[in-house]
């Protein structure tokens, strides 16, 4: 079990990457964060997250054919640490780094996370350039075959030389010195690379020695079940899936991860099913686009993210957000699950229909999410002793998304759902 305590509750922000890809900047991130304090901080929102390549001078200017331009122009101190490009992020002049965007989050009462790949710049190695706290130049300790094979900016580490954990320890120094909140690091989750394994452990220790909590979160998936004892021990989060995007199959397919992962979700430690693609998303991709998810298949996404306690990213341009996404992700009677609620677990799949029960940690009562996985209106019903209860008698039914309740049951429940629709119901005791 992972020592820290670092993410009480599965975290919840936002995320740069679904709708600006590579080329978010500085005006961007604080417009966002502006949005979040204003209109969703009081929800439980709170992380401000720069995602992927903002130390790259030219990041997007080719996305007709390269996602991460081949050995671009990047920002870089002389200790092999990657910096902010100051053409995108005006404010980290003179050596200053994300200090001024980080004060900035957190004087709206906000965190800040940025996102990072595995290993060591490969222009840091073939400059052999200096390594904060040993004598090991950048080209010593990288590995010039460990490599990512959908991004070229870093070399693996060789995790056995002397030097190795003294990098991760420079940077980890260097961001808690910004104050950087979260960190998002990618090209590890899945351990594509023998050494992934290993630079998780020393991602968590260079945290553990730079003096500052750093929720840390795995990408991409899928993690490996087998290996979930590596990830619980060294990390918060860990992705449980690919990059998952707006299509009803890979939200269909999120119930078998989920499945399989639903006895490792505990405090401090998340399977995340990865970011939510509403409103509007796309742009930095080329094609800015309203989710493709329809209004109903939303409330899938959100009832079980939130009856699994999976970490809450929004990957909309916030400032775009229509009122009725407003109002799906500030839902505080869903949001509850995420912070009062435990022993997720799936009652039943078949290829038309799922049912999950959770219980409530404060209160006497249980969550019931039904699933709609079919492509028709369906009704779905459910038995107390399909959930280990001996009756329905005594118990307050509220759906939380529409308010609708219900009384009186005792031997049965049923109710219609639209297609890939859900409901979530919470079954709370009546006090007599």
Not at 110 to 131: D, Q, S
Request: proline share 5%.
């Amino acid at each position: 079990m992972n020592k820290n305590k670092f993410a009480q509750a599965p975290p919840m922000g936002w995320n740069s990457y679904d709708y600006y890809d590579t080329t978010v900047n500085e005006e961007q991130v604080k417009a966002n964060a502006d949005y979040m304090a204003a209109h969703l901080k009081e929800y439980g929102w709170e992380y401000v997250v720069v995602d992927i390549q903002w130390y790259a001078y030219d990041a997007g200017t080719q996305r007709d054919r390269f996602q991460y331009i081949p050995f671009g122009r990047v920002e870089i101190d002389e200790y092999s640490r990657l910096l902010p490009c100051p053409e995108r992020f005006p404010s980290s002049v003179n050596g200053q780094g994300f200090k001024p965007l980080a004060d900035y989050v957190h004087s709206l009462g906000l965190k800040f996370g940025i996102h990072i790949m595995r290993g060591i710049p490969r222009i840091a190695a073939h400059n052999h350039m200096k390594v904060l706290g040993t004598d090991k130049t950048a080209n010593q300790i990288a590995n010039p075959s460990n490599i990512c094979w959908w991004n070229p900016d870093m070399y693996g580490l060789d995790v056995k030389a002397s030097g190795a954990q003294e990098y991760y320890n420079s940077i980890f120094k260097l961001y808690a010195e910004w104050g950087v909140d979260f960190i998002k690091c990618d090209d590890i989750c899945r351990l594509d690379m023998p050494s992934a394994e290993k630079e998780i452990e020393m991602l968590h220790n260079a945290i553990m020695a730079c003096g500052r909590p750093m929720v840390l979160s795995l990408s991409p998936g899928p993690a490996h079940i087998n290996k979930a004892w590596i990830y619980e021990k060294y990390a918060n989060m860990w992705r449980i899936t690919d990059d998952f995007w707006d299509h009803w199959p890979l939200l269909l397919n999120m119930f078998e991860r989920c499945e399989v992962w639903q006895r490792h979700v505990y405090e401090g430690c998340y399977p995340d099913c990865d970011m939510l693609p509403l409103g509007y998303i796309g742009k930095g991709f080329g094609h800015e686009r309203y989710t493709r998810f329809t209004k109903d298949e939303q409330i899938t996404m959100m009832t079980l993210w939130c009856i699994f306690r999976s970490p809450l990213m929004l990957g909309a341009e916030l400032t775009k957000l229509d009122d009725w996404t407003l109002s799906l992700i500030t839902n505080k009677k869903v949001l509850r699950l995420l912070s009062h609620s435990e022993g997720a677990r799936q009652i039943m799949r078949s290829k038309n229909q799922a049912i999950w029960l959770s219980v409530d940690t404060e209160e006497e009562a249980y969550y019931l999410a039904l699933f709609n996985l079919s492509d028709e209106t369906r009704k779905i019903s459910v038995t107390p002793q399909e959930l280990d209860l001996d009756s329905f008698s005594g118990f307050a039914w509220e759906e939380l998304w529409t308010g609708e309740s219900r009384m009186g049951l005792s031997n049965a429940f049923e109710c219609e759902l639209p297609v890939h629709g859900a409901r979530l119901y919470k079954m709370s005791r009546r006090q007599i």
